[in-house]
């Protein structure tokens, strides 16, 4: 799949979370990404302690971050501030098709890299920002990450707190990387755009903009009705025996989904599972005995769920046409056999010959899942080898190498 974005090249002078995992979605498509970094003190991803994992403390080990944000890329470190930086930056600009930034606004007007400064060198390249609040407004300028701007003001974490519960706390990178793939994908509408019409488009996504779309259908009945829906009750009552969650003897979860027609799918559901007795019990015969007695019903098919590990459940449900599945940790998702059918884990190689597996983006392409070039590449890896690409001279390089504004691969 690595042929969708061929020949495309991304310049990503971004870090953290949200902006650089829209370049990981584009160098899983097949784009080429350079991301640039600072020489002494690189994306701040790389020593980030998240959820109490420390990277690098086991070499053998990849960090789990760094190879979200960081795989297929090609990582160069040169020091924009100083001059012989700045001025080498502008030549892998002038040979990209995307210049991909989170900068603040001031940053980027001080950096002398905002739109203007980087379409006097390249006329054509696509410009493409990530905001946490967005590109207009009183708070333009202010900084933004997941758990403020996409996850609390964004409404998710409100929404999914039950009633009188403590606050629920946010997964890493949750809204990152919905925001990325969101700045990923309008990048890629804006090459589409440019290859219709020639004109370059400015791209902006904001982590709170993402979050309203994510909680569209909460906003929306807000907007309508002057208030908010109903939170979900933590182990209230479901809405029907068959849009419910049932445990099961080996203390693991099924959940079925089958509220929009609860008439036609009680009976597939009930020979499925080989409940066929239940039809015949006046109180469950009927959508409507079933209603006025659902606290029953439900408890009842609880018991009989409980007789038998989920093994057996998936057994008996699996080519059914009951609509159903698994409550799965992250530890369950590598082996979930449509997960690897369908090459949702990408297979990554690493330099010292050894393989590991990461998610990858997705979307797929004419059947072909996504791919990746290689593992997260050492800060400066590829620098003299991309401004070499870009036009720079030897003796360019050695000067923003001896100003220490560049830093090569050792």
């Not at 996504?370 to 401004?387: D, I, K, Y």
Request: aromatic share 6%; proline share 6%; charged share 25%.
């Amino acid at each position: 799949m690595l042929d969708i974005l061929e020949g495309i090249r991304v310049l990503e002078v971004a870090e953290h979370g949200f902006v650089p995992s829209a370049g990981t979605a584009l160098a899983d498509w097949g784009a080429e990404v350079v991301k640039v970094e600072h020489p002494e003190r690189g994306d701040p991803t790389r020593q980030l302690i998240s959820w109490g994992v420390i990277p690098g403390t086991d070499p053998s080990v990849p960090s789990f971050m760094t190879e979200s944000l960081f795989r297929s890329k090609r990582c160069i470190a040169v020091d924009i501030t100083k001059p012989e930086g700045h001025a080498l930056l502008l030549k892998v600009a002038a040979k990209a098709d995307v210049f991909l930034t989170n900068l603040l606004p001031g940053s980027r007007q001080r950096l002398h890299i905002d739109v203007e400064d980087i379409r006097e060198v390249n006329s054509k390249i696509i410009y493409a920002r990530g905001h946490g609040q967005g590109a207009k407004g009183d708070e333009a300028d202010a900084g933004g990450f997941d758990a403020v701007s996409f996850w609390a003001r964004g409404a998710v974490q409100e929404r999914l707190t039950p009633p009188g519960g403590a606050l629920i706390g946010q997964r890493p990178a949750t809204g990152d990387f919905t925001s990325g793939l969101t700045l990923a994908g309008g990048i890629a509408a804006a090459l589409y755009k440019r290859e219709r019409t020639g004109h370059p488009s400015v791209v902006d996504v904001s982590l709170l903009g993402v979050a309203t779309w994510v909680m569209s259908p909460d906003i929306n009945a807000a907007m309508q009705y002057g208030r908010d829906l109903p939170k979900m009750e933590v182990g209230g009552p479901p809405r029907s025996a068959v849009a419910a969650t049932y445990l099961t003897q080996d203390d693991k979860y099924v959940t079925l989904m089958m509220w929009q027609d609860e008439a036609r799918f009680f009976p597939i559901f009930a020979k499925a599972a080989g409940f066929e007795n239940l039809l015949d019990d006046p109180r469950f015969a009927t959508p409507e005995t079933r209603s006025d007695n659902l606290g029953e019903l439900v408890t009842e098919i609880q018991r009989r769920f409980e007789e038998q590990p989920r093994a057996e459940w998936v057994r008996r449900l699996s080519g059914t046409d009951c609509i159903w599945g698994l409550n799965q940790s992250p530890i369950d998702i590598p082996n979930d056999p449509q997960v690897r059918a369908n090459g949702y884990i990408l297979d990554i190689d690493r330099d010292d010959g050894t393989t590991f597996r990461a998610v990858g983006a997705p979307v797929v392409f004419d059947g072909d899942p996504p791919q990746a070039r290689h593992a997260a590449q050492v800060l400066g890896q590829a620098t003299e080898e991309v401004l070499r690409e870009s036009g720079a001279t030897q003796d360019e390089i050695l000067a923003a190498d001896a100003a220490g504004a560049i830093r090569r691969a050792s």
